[in-house]
Structure formats: C-alpha cells, structure tokens
C-alpha cells in the first residue's frame, strides 16, 4: 500500500539520540515531511494527511523523553495511536443482533458490488452462523441477476429476484420469502449507479424506505481516485452510510482513498475484500490496518485465518510425515489446497512483520508455478500421487499425465525434483529432532 513503511522512515531519521530530553521541532522536521511525502504518494487525501501531521506534531513536539525511554518507540506508538484513529479507532462490526439482518449493498458500477454480496452470504455463514438471502435488485446491467445467482449456488446461499420488477418492490416482497424461509440475514444487491443520476439514486432512497435496512454498505474499490470522496459523500448525504467495504486491499493499489474515507465522513470501514475467492473478505480492524502501514505485519489476523482454514488434526498428520521422510504427492497436493484457502501468497506476506523485505519477490510467478503444479498432480491417479518413484521406474506414465494435463515436460521434472528435495529436508529436520537438537536454530543466528 505504501511505497515506504512508516516504522522504516522513523528508524531513519530518529536514529540519532536527541540533543537534550525534550523532543523539539527540528527532530522531527524531516521525519514528518517523509511521512507526508509517503502518505501523498499512495494517494491518501491531502486534508487527511494535514490532520495526522499536525496531531502527531502536537503529541511529538515538547515532549519530555525519559532516560529509559527509546524515542523511536515513543514516536512510533504516537504514529500508530494517530493512523488508528484516522482508519476510524475502534472496532465497527456489523449488526448482526436484529432478525433478520437486513443489509442494502450500493456502489460505483464496476466497484465490485455483486461478488462482494456473494463474499458477505459465505461470511455470513462461516463466521456468524447465519441463514443467508441474496436478494437481486440490479435490474439495469445485462447479466447481473444471473451473477448473483450463481454466486448464491456457490456459497450455498438462499436467493431471490423478480426479473425487471421495480426494485423497491422486489426487495420489499423478499421480506416475506425470507420469513417463510427462514432466512436470518438478507443481502440486497443494488444496481450500480453514478451518483450525478438522481433518478437512480431515489430508487435507492425508494429500497431505502421500504426495508428499513440495518446497514447501508457502500463497495469501494481500493483503487479508485481522488473523485471517490465526492462520490461517497453524494451517497452519504443521500442514504446515511452505515459502513464501507473496501475491496482489493490484497492488491498493489496504493489505496489511500478507501482509507481516507472514514476520516473525511466519519463513517466507519467494516469490512475488506482481501482476495478473489468466496471466503476472502475480512473484518476491518483500525488497530491492525495501523500495524500494517507502520510495517508491523498482521500476524493476529494470519492466525485467526489460519485457525478458521486449516484443519489442525490434517496439519498434525502431515507434519508427522514430512519429518518422517514419508511426505508423497498427495500429502503436497493437499497441503496445497489448505494454504490456498488463506489467500494469496502476496496477501499472506503483507501480514508478516517487515514484508516490505519480501517486495522483490515475484509472488504471481511463485503462484503461477503452484497452479501449474496443481494441474500436474491433479492429473495423476491416487496410486501415483502415493508412489511418485513409479514415474522414474514406469515412463509411460509421465507421458500420460503430460498428454492429459498439458503440460511440458521440464514442468513435470521441476515438480518432482523439488517434492523430492523438500521431503529430504523435512526427513534431515526429523532426524535433528530425534537427536535433541533445534534443527531451526541456523535461521535465527
């Protein structure tokens, strides 16, 4: 998000000791210019970085620094209070304590609406035990109904729609579908609109009044620009925002728009769009977004997805094996799949401490390879995945599974090589432990 992490730019320009105990305005002067030079480059609003500068220049400048106090701490702990309290402070979930909960999703067209509706009904099930109705209100865009129930099939979701009935009618009607049903929380998917379009934007102040909704949620895109503001505060002025759900966040989009947002309108980021598939959006937390843009990674978040995703019983027995010398290609193929479901290698980095160390890494070819290696394995039948050594001792084999998945040979010998030196590794750590010996030791020296 941020070309230079904030923790980076305080060790640079905080790393002499200060001249005398109190914290004064030259300590400070180019440190602060930094951060503001950062926070402009991501495109975050310029009224929003003039607020932070001059609030942590308030807290900063004339402070009395302690002899057992480290001023880069000192300061570091004052930026970060300050980003939390511009992403909006304190924990906004949603309401989920109504029956049902009615949330009314609107947006820009193109803003990632109608999947994030498909996101929220898996949310809604996976993580508040929820009965979901998806309800289609997107009455203008050629296909849009459609989407939205194949999204429903997919996170095994309720649905509902009316064709081109007037959407404030629709929407009302599936009041009573989802009492007959039971359905505890509703999803109404409007059509996306510009804001200039007053006759579209009182079709929503229409839905508006006849569901009486819980939440009004506006999708945001991280990537929009600076004329995002003006849009979210047409809508706001028009509808009260309850939230904001930032999409794309995983991304490279500097994204500071999104992020401006909740201090320019006081309205709260609820929930974030952190990848493609159904199960990648996540509450918004102040606190860890703050972690994030110092440098600090998002280790909590990693570990509550880890703990929703991950199979811990799968994850004993497999790491049992591999230390063993046993591990296969249906234990790699596997542990694959359980990886993938906590997103994308280069989402997963941005929550470690320090990633902007990993920036160089070529994530998408690391990504792509994995894709490619899936395709291979899945490609291979149980006894093979089981007996990899069969492929060396049987060639005809490998000439069925190449024909079959497509692929090249060179992939097929890179796959089996690196199962083989990996399995070799993770025996040779087995073998340390048995010894008594801290076979990860070497990688904190």
Request: with cysteine; hydrophobic share 40%; net charge positive.
């Amino acid at each position: 998000m941020l070309k230079s992490f904030i923790s980076s730019i305080v060790a640079k320009h905080m790393s002499k000791k200060l001249n005398d105990m109190t914290i004064a305005e030259e300590d400070v002067t180019e440190l602060l210019k930094q951060i503001r030079i950062t926070l402009l480059s991501a495109d975050v609003n310029l009224l929003v970085v003039k607020d932070l500068i001059k609030n942590i220049r308030a807290k900063t400048i004339g402070q009395i620094v302690g002899p057992n106090t480290d001023a880069q701490q000192f300061m570091l702990n004052v930026i970060h209070d300050e980003l939390q309290t511009i992403l909006g402070g304190n924990l906004q979930p949603l309401v989920t304590n109504t029956n049902p909960v009615k949330i009314m999703l609107v947006g820009l067209q193109g803003s990632g609406k109608t999947t994030t509706a498909g996101k929220l009904a898996r949310h809604a099930i996976d993580k508040l035990n929820k009965k979901p109705l998806l309800v289609a209100l997107d009455v203008y865009r050629p296909a849009a109904i459609d989407q939205l129930r194949t999204l429903a099939n997919e996170t095994h979701s309720d649905f509902y729609e009316k064709g081109i009935n007037l959407p404030n009618l629709t929407a009302f009607e599936a009041l009573e579908v989802a009492k007959s049903q039971n359905n505890n929380f509703i999803i109404f998917d409007t059509a996306g609109r510009l804001q200039t379009n007053e006759e579209l934007m009182n079709e929503l102040v229409a839905i508006k009044k006849a569901i009486k909704p819980d939440e009004i949620l506006m999708v945001v895109d991280s990537m929009s620009g600076q004329d995002m503001i003006n849009v979210a505060s047409e809508f706001h002025e028009k509808l009260n925002l309850t939230g904001f759900i930032i999409t794309k966040l995983d991304s490279d989009a500097c994204g500071g728009v999104a992020l401006s947002l909740t201090h320019l309108l006081n309205v709260p980021i609820k929930l974030m769009g952190v990848g493609e598939r159904m199960g990648n959006l996540d509450i918004f937390y102040p606190n860890r977004m703050a972690d994030r843009i110092m440098g600090m990674g998002d280790i909590m978040s990693l570990a509550e997805k880890a703990r929703d995703v991950i199979d811990e019983d799968f994850a004993k027995k497999s790491f049992t094996k591999m230390i063993a010398g046993k591990m296969d290609l249906e234990d790699l193929l596997l542990q694959t799949k359980q990886m993938q479901k906590l997103g994308s290698l280069g989402s997963i980095a941005k929550m470690l401490p320090n990633s902007k160390s990993l920036e160089n890494q070529d994530f998408d070819a690391a990504e792509e390879k994995i894709r490619v290696w899936t395709i291979l394995m899945n490609s291979m039948t149980l006894h093979e995945r089981r007996n990899p050594r069969l492929f060396k001792l049987q060639p005809n084999r490998k000439i069925r599974v190449l024909k079959g998945s497509g692929r090249k040979p060179e992939e097929f010998n890179k796959l089996i090589n690196t199962w083989e030196t990996f399995r070799k590794q993770m025996e040779n750590v087995g073998i340390e432990l048995k010894k008594g010996k801290n076979p990860f030791a070497k990688f904190f020296k």
